[in-house]
């Protein structure tokens, strides 16, 4: 049974820093692997999505991996700002046939002005 | 393309009562998942529908709860005799292609259960 937990639960550093956020999962037969970013009483937004065949995704100031031998992916955001204070869930799809989405917990960034 | 739409976004109902969500995939999305996020804890995989099927209801609570995907109009999830307990946030996503593509997220329907 697939597990996803998210490495830390909540996390706060000035503004400009660079971070990582860690999300490691149970089982290796994932077939994508997403980032999500959730503001408070909001949706979910897309941020980035790792197919099983791929190693990383980039967009803007944000990197994610995917190693999927270690059960690990990270999502790398480079000079943080207070805009990106919001949860941050990361979500692997089964590859049981459904490809249902198994969520971690989240990481709650908060950035200082 | 207009994204997935989900209503209504807030929903009060009574401890008893029905709660009907609905979810209206991307134009041409022909698959369809429910997940619930309750207070302070992650979202759960509730059930995966295509066009007039249930494919995996595995997340779904036993009783009180459906979900169908009819041939025309939106998908429904369904809660009857609401208690306390079912109180969250029910979020459904679309894809075109199951697993080869990602799934897109509706902003959600916040019920609350008085």
């Known amino acids: 049974k697939q597990e996803v937990t998210q490495i830390p639960a909540a996390l706060s550093v000035p503004e400009g820093e660079n971070l990582v956020l860690n999300c490691s999962f149970t089982d290796s037969a994932i077939y994508n692997l997403q980032w999500f970013r959730q503001d408070p009483g909001k949706g979910l937004t897309s941020l980035l999505l790792?197919?099983?065949?791929?190693r990383e995704q980039t967009s803007g100031r944000l990197n994610a991996s995917l190693d999927k031998s270690s059960g690990r992916s990270t999502l790398y955001i480079a000079a943080s700002q207070p805009g990106d204070s919001a949860t941050y869930l990361c979500a692997a799809s089964t590859t049981s046939g459904t490809y249902k989405y198994i969520f971690g917990t989240g990481t709650r960034l908060k950035v200082l002005a | 393309n207009a994204g997935v739409m989900q209503n209504p976004r807030h929903l009060v109902r009574r401890r008893g009562q029905e709660a009907r969500l609905r979810c209206s995939p991307m134009?041409?999305?022909?698959?369809v998942y429910w997940y619930r996020q309750l207070p302070e804890e992650g979202l759960k995989f509730m059930v995966y529908l295509q066009k007039e099927n249930i494919i995996d209801e595995s997340g779904m609570p036993k009783e009180r709860f459906s979900a169908e995907f009819p041939k025309e109009g939106p998908s429904i999830l369904r809660i009857q005799q609401v208690v306390r307990g079912d109180s969250a946030a029910y979020f459904c996503?679309?894809?075109?292609?199951?697993?080869?593509?990602?799934?897109?997220f509706g902003p959600g329907t916040r019920l609350t259960v008085l």
């Open positions: 996503a679309s894809s075109g292609l199951a697993g080869t593509d990602t799934q897109y």
């Open positions: 790792i197919q099983s065949s791929q």
């Open positions: 134009k041409g999305h022909s698959h």
